[in-house]
Every structure is written in C-alpha cells, then in structure tokens.
C-alpha cells in the first residue's frame, strides 16, 4: 500500500503528509477490544442516517443504501466473515470504510453532522444499558435460587456468627435470605445506572454540537432514550455511568465474594455444614480425597480485578479537562472484563446454590454443642426481672462453669442453675433450646420462622415486580 493509500484508509488523513507510524497504530487502535460494539455502532448510525434523510441533509436514496448497506455489515460480523484492521483504529472506522467501499459516495454521506466522539459515548450508552439489563437477569435467577434453598431448608438451625465466632442460634434460612436482600440492592444500583446511561449523546458532535439542523429527539426516540444531553462538552466526556457500572459492579462483586467465603468455611472439614456438587468443584493432581471449592475461591479473588477496573476509571477521569482526550478509550477494556466477570460469577453462583446439599444434622450439631444460647439465658432472667447488666454477668459465670467442667449449659442441673440466681427454674432448659432461641426472636427482621416467611413473602413480591 503506498503512503497516500495508507492516508486515505485511515479516513482523516487530509491534514496529513505522512501516514502513522505501525507501532503508533498498534499503540492507540482500539479495534481489538471495541469491536464488540459493533451491534450498537450500527444501530446508532442507522438513527442517525434515518435522521440525516428524515431533515433533508442528506436524500432518501442515500440513507436507503446506507442502512442498506449497515445491515449487510452486521450479517458479515454475525457470520464472523467480516475482517478487522488494525490500521482503521476502531470499530467506527472499520465500519465506515467497508461501508464506503461498498456503496460508494453515499457512504462518505453517513458521518454528516457527527464526531466519532459523540458516536463512540452514543456507542457506549446503548452498550451499558444493554449489559445492566442482562446483569440485571441474572441477579433476579441468583436471587430465585436463594430464595428456593431457603424455603426448602425452612427450620434448618445453625450457628450465626459474629468474629467469626459462634453467636446466636438463626435458621439457615434467614442467612441465605440475607444475600437475597443484599442482591436486591445491587438490583437496584444497576436501575441507576441504567437512568444514567439512558441520556442520549449523539449530535454533541466532536464537543460543541453542529451547525447542521437535525433532530436529536428523533435520534433518541429511535434508539429509545428517555433523555437528551443538554450541553455537548458534558455529553462527549461523561463517564460518569461507566464509573457508576463498575461501583455497582465492585460492590455486587464483594457481595458475592462474602459468600464465596462463607461457602468454603461451610465446605471445609471443620464445619462440614454443606457440600457442593461435584459439578461445580475440582480435585487435586496430587492428593485424591480432595474436594475443592474452586469456583467460589476464583470469585472471590475476581472480585480484586473488578474493583481494581473501578479504581483505573476513576484515576484515568479524576484530571481530564473536558471536552474529550484520547485518556477516555481506557473507558472500555476495564469496563468490558467486569462485564464478562460479573455476568460469570453470577451465572454459575445461581447453579451452586441450586446445587449445594445442606448438612442440617452437622449445623444443629454445631448449635447444640455450643454456648450460642447464652444470650437466652440472660433474657430468661431479665424476663423474671433481674436486670440486663447482672443477667449477662450471671450468665458469663455459667458459662466459665460449664467450660471448666466441658459440658454445656443444656447439660446442668436445675440445682446447679439456682446456685448462680434463684430466679431460675425449669422452664430454663425450654428457654435454651435452639428451636425457643429462633423462634423467640420474632422481631421485625429476627430469625424467627414467622419472621422469615415474612422475608419470603417480600421476597416473592419483588421477583413478581417489573422493571
């Protein structure tokens, strides 16, 4: 290819004597990771080349084979018989050049009256609101199977922890409903993300709109915006929805990582509270008893690179002057591989959960041989009105008493409990059972099981709600 064909093909080589250096294109292209945008890229120009014909800028005969034109491209990629090059930077220009060469003079037509720096953020907010609702898919069939293992287990006791150190006595339940609460959260934040991704870019042109009369409305209502970019230096350099994507992306990130963390302590030998299909773990190459949690340890240490992603947007964004600096292609890859790692992660908890076999012998074994109950002990004899501070006090010498004989509070007698408070008598060992520890905390919120059905029913209301 001689240097001035090499000019041509680059589609803004007017200004220049000589081409760019190969290393430099290798340096700046974005074609390798942006191509993915190749179904938004031809979406938005086809509202803009609908528009551009629609207010008489260009004829009706030229849109027609742009849009034409357009679609027999996006069969080609579909089809994977459609070649990339490097030296045409992006996805924008890959696809305007093919365009060109393949109808002509009318094809040099479709970039009329836009920027590649209002197309690529056009591009860009249809691709993020496409990607919040399919996040948005998986948490609810996440949450579905939450939801289902916790009927299903309804009445399992285990231990709840706080310091990593057996607590209180809670239903299995009402543990597994706590992510299903944090999931809907998370829900939640993406359905602002999507309000600020859903602003319509396209006509800000390169950063101070266009002298050509269009209709950005049209645009908008064609591609389904709810709202147009007021001001064309805020709609070329905003990324504000990105960094917002990969907030709520980190912080869905750490929910799942939470229980990633949960669900290998529950795995292990030392708590053996569940097991997970073998489906969805891995063995040794060396020792062949094992049993490995693997998918949620790679979750778990996924989570770093997803909020690293965040940490790179918010550094790259933090100094830009605006309008729009070349610094904003780092807007794609970071936001890319969070995509895929979240959409991932949340895809294969949703078969673990489905999947995992709940031990409920080995939990209420754990809550039994435990002084977990020691709280119902206090409030037993603050319910026969001996006051908090002494009840815990009395209760924490039991306990000691117990410790030093290695038995547990189930196990003393009657006579034993009314040498540390007279207040007691035998209603305490009712008092002291899992099932009346669980149960007795039927506040709004607690672990009873009314209180848990109460989470079902709010969480069955929101699986029937829509968007």
């Given at each position: 290819?001689?240097?001035?064909?090499?000019?041509?093909?680059?589609?803004?080589?007017?200004?220049?004597?000589?081409?760019?250096?190969?290393?430099?294109?290798?340096?700046?292209?974005?074609?390798?990771?942006?191509?993915?945008?190749?179904?938004?890229?031809?979406?938005?120009?086809?509202?803009?080349?609908?528009?551009?014909?629609?207010?008489?800028?260009?004829?009706?005969?030229?849109?027609?084979?742009?849009?034409?034109?357009?679609?027999?491209?996006?069969?080609?990629?579909?089809?994977?018989d459609f070649e990339f090059k490097i030296e045409l930077?992006?996805?924008?220009?890959?696809?305007?050049?093919?365009?060109?060469?393949?109808?002509?003079?009318?094809?040099?037509?479709?970039?009329?009256?836009?920027?590649?720096?209002?197309?690529?953020?056009?591009?860009?907010?249809?691709?993020?609101?496409?990607?919040?609702e399919e996040v948005q898919k998986l948490i609810r069939d996440l949450q579905k199977n939450l939801l289902a293992a916790a009927k299903k287990n309804l009445g399992v006791i285990c231990p709840g922890y706080t310091h990593l150190q057996r607590a209180q006595p809670i239903l299995f339940s009402h543990h597994l409903m706590a992510y299903f609460f944090m999931l809907q959260r998370d829900f939640d934040r993406f359905a602002?993300?999507?309000?600020?991704?859903?602003?319509?870019?396209?006509?800000?042109?390169?950063?101070?709109?266009?002298?050509?009369?269009?209709?950005?409305?049209?645009?908008?209502?064609?591609?389904?915006?709810?709202?147009?970019?007021?001001?064309?230096?805020?709609?070329?350099?905003?990324?504000?929805?990105?960094?917002?994507?990969?907030?709520?992306?980190s912080i869905l990130m750490i929910h799942l990582s939470r229980l990633s963390e949960e669900i290998i302590f529950w795995?292990?030998?030392?708590?053996?509270?569940?097991?997970?299909?073998?489906?969805?773990?891995?063995?040794?190459?060396?020792?062949?008893?094992?049993?490995?949690?693997?998918?949620?340890?790679?979750?778990?240490?996924k989570t770093g690179r997803v909020i690293g992603h965040l940490t790179a947007m918010l550094t790259t964004v933090k100094s830009l002057p605006?309008?729009?600096?070349?610094?904003?292609?780092?807007?794609?890859?970071?936001?890319?591989?969070?995509?895929?790692?979240?959409?991932?992660?949340?895809?294969?908890?949703?078969?673990?959960?489905?999947?995992?076999?709940?031990?409920?012998?080995?939990m209420r074994r754990a809550v039994e041989e435990d002084f977990s109950n020691a709280t119902d002990l206090a409030d037993y004899l603050v319910k026969k009105g001996v006051p908090f501070r002494h009840a815990h006090e009395i209760s924490g010498k039991l306990v000691h008493h117990c410790i030093e004989r290695g038995i547990y509070l189930k196990d003393l007698s009657l006579d034993e409990f009314k040498n540390f408070s007279d207040k007691f008598d035998a209603e305490i060992y009712d008092a002291i059972k899992p099932e009346t520890c669980v149960n007795n905390r039927n506040s709004l919120g607690g672990t009873s099981q009314k209180s848990v059905e109460l989470q079902f029913e709010k969480a069955d209301a929101i699986l029937k709600e829509k968007k």
């Open positions: 290819m001689s240097e001035n064909e090499k000019k041509s093909a680059s589609l803004w080589g007017g200004r220049f004597e000589k081409s760019t250096d190969e290393m430099i294109n290798e340096f700046q292209a974005s074609i390798n990771f942006d191509k993915r945008l190749y179904r938004e890229d031809i979406e938005g120009s086809i509202a803009h080349a609908k528009m551009l014909a629609k207010c008489e800028i260009i004829s009706g005969d030229d849109a027609e084979k742009i849009i034409a034109g357009l679609k027999k491209i996006l069969a080609k990629i579909e089809a994977g930077e992006d996805i924008h220009m890959n696809i305007e050049k093919i365009l060109t060469d393949d109808i002509g003079e009318a094809g040099g037509r479709l970039h009329t009256a836009r920027s590649r720096n209002d197309q690529v953020a056009l591009d860009m907010h249809l691709h993020v609101r496409r990607q919040v602002g993300v999507f309000a600020r991704a859903d602003i319509m870019p396209l006509g800000a042109g390169a950063l101070a709109g266009t002298t050509f009369p269009i209709d950005r409305k049209f645009v908008a209502d064609e591609l389904n915006f709810g709202e147009i970019y007021l001001n064309s230096l805020d709609a070329v350099s905003d990324r504000d929805y990105i960094m917002e994507f990969l907030s709520a992306a795995c292990s030998r030392e708590f053996n509270f569940v097991e997970l299909d073998d489906a969805h773990c891995t063995g040794s190459s060396m020792m062949p008893q094992k049993k490995n949690p693997d998918v949620p340890e790679l979750v778990r240490g605006l309008a729009y600096n070349k610094d904003l292609q780092e807007d794609k890859e970071g936001l890319f591989d969070a995509i895929d790692t979240i959409k991932f992660s949340l895809a294969v908890y949703a078969q673990i959960i489905s999947g995992m076999k709940v031990k409920s012998e080995n």
